[in-house]
């Protein structure tokens, strides 16, 4: 199948399996956009199978598992480095370290963010450094080697999914506790909502289009979470050593 972005699934079914499966949509074998085959474990393929059937499409572009596979076998096991670069310069841009000036909000952002500060703690030794209002962060060397250290023990799966997140849900933090599956999905959805829901206007439209991004959030983060545990050990492209 040639680049199957935003195919409509009629039929889908595993058509092959010793270990491993290959994936039939509308009769042709399931490939990744890059043209790389859709062969993952058998649990993955049948989660897979029944994601695209109750979907009705198959797009890269929407969070799903197919999705998180391609991007692991097209951008990240040929090269996990250039991924864990991404996600250590993410770090400056995570909203963990750009909490609001005023400490009432503060406060409560810093409740939500707990398990994100939590693994600052446990990589760096420290808080977060928190950026001053209008400025940047000030992360330490020894900081973002501590979090390049960790990425590099990382599977490719897990790359994919620390990278999905800090792109939808800006955080590379977030992303990495996803990845590890340190975080349920209702902690990671608040992390990720507190802030949106403090700086949304106070109309009905407002509200509405905020419960609407809030849902497009559980939705990837749940994905996020299915795909961490269904490949767990289904990756044979292990990062290199070093990052």
Do not use: C
Request: zero cysteines; proline letters at 7%.
């Amino acid at each position: 199948m040639t680049d199957p972005r935003t195919v409509l699934v009629l039929d889908a079914s595993i058509i092959e399996a010793d270990g491993r499966a290959s994936i039939a949509v509308n009769g042709e074998r399931l490939e990744t956009p890059a043209g790389n085959p859709v062969d993952p474990s058998i649990e993955l393929a049948e989660a897979m199978v029944e994601e695209l059937l109750a979907d009705g499409a198959v797009d890269v572009t929407r969070p799903s598992l197919y999705a998180f596979y391609s991007t692991e076998r097209d951008f990240i096991a040929p090269d996990p480095t250039r991924t864990i670069d991404t996600l250590v310069e993410l770090l400056a841009h995570d909203f963990l370290v750009h909490p609001d000036e005023r400490l009432g909000r503060r406060q409560v952002q810093v409740a939500a963010w707990k398990a994100q500060i939590d693994l600052w703690l446990r990589l760096a030794g420290r808080e977060p450094p928190y950026a001053p209002a209008d400025g940047d962060p000030d992360i330490h060397r020894h900081d973002y080697g501590a979090f390049r250290e960790l990425l590099a023990r990382f599977t490719p799966s897990q790359l994919s999914i620390a990278i999905y997140a800090a792109n939808v849900l800006k955080s590379a933090t977030l992303g990495m506790l996803l990845a590890e599956r340190a975080i349920d999905a209702p902690s990671a959805l608040e992390a990720a909502a507190v802030t949106p829901r403090m700086v949304a206007g106070d109309t009905q439209g407002d509200l509405e289009r905020q419960q609407e991004r809030e849902e497009e959030w559980r939705q990837a983060i749940e994905r996020l979470l299915r795909y961490a545990e269904l490949a767990a050990s289904d990756s044979p492209f292990p990062p290199r050593e070093g990052g």
